[in-house]
């Protein structure tokens, strides 16, 4: 992968200017721009959450959980997995060589959220969980 071109490059597609003003719009044509090396956590996080660019996009941010599976892109710890694992369906059935890395950091995190603070197990820790449920039934064939 060349970290170093953008979304547009990579995927040899310009968007254009946005055709709408709300700043999810705004924030992803921008986000196309960067080199995919120098997105942000939070824009991974963005982009995976809004299916965009996913063969792209997810190897890298599964490079980025397992150094530190709850990372967190702005709203929570823990968050740009979560986008991960929720992934259309059919990306993880092309790609079980992702599934694989992905069902890997998803059971690192589960561990890892034991330690975390009492408000963060009440407040989040469920939506993961459920989140990676759905994600192991999703499991390639």
């Known amino acids: 992968m060349h970290l170093r071109k953008s979304l547009t490059e990579l995927e040899n597609c310009d968007w254009g200017e946005p055709g709408y003003p709300s700043n999810r719009v705004v924030s992803c044509h921008q986000m196309r721009c960067k080199p995919v090396g120098e997105l942000t956590d939070s824009e991974m996080r963005m982009a995976i959450g809004q299916q965009l660019s996913l063969p792209i996009l997810i190897p890298i941010a599964l490079g980025r959980l397992t150094t530190d599976p709850l ?14 694992l929720a992934a259309k369906s059919g990306f993880c059935a092309i790609h079980s060589d992702l599934w694989r890395r992905a069902h890997q ?4 995190a589960l561990i890892k959220s034991n330690q975390m603070d009492d408000s963060w197990k009440e407040a989040i820790q469920p939506s993961i969980s459920e989140t990676f449920k759905v994600f192991l039934e999703r499991v390639p064939k």
Do not use: Q, S
Not at 105 to 108: A, P, Q
């Open 71 to 84: 990372i967190e892109g702005d709203f929570y710890e823990g968050d740009l997995l979560r986008v991960v």
């Open 105 to 108: 950091v998803g059971v690192e």
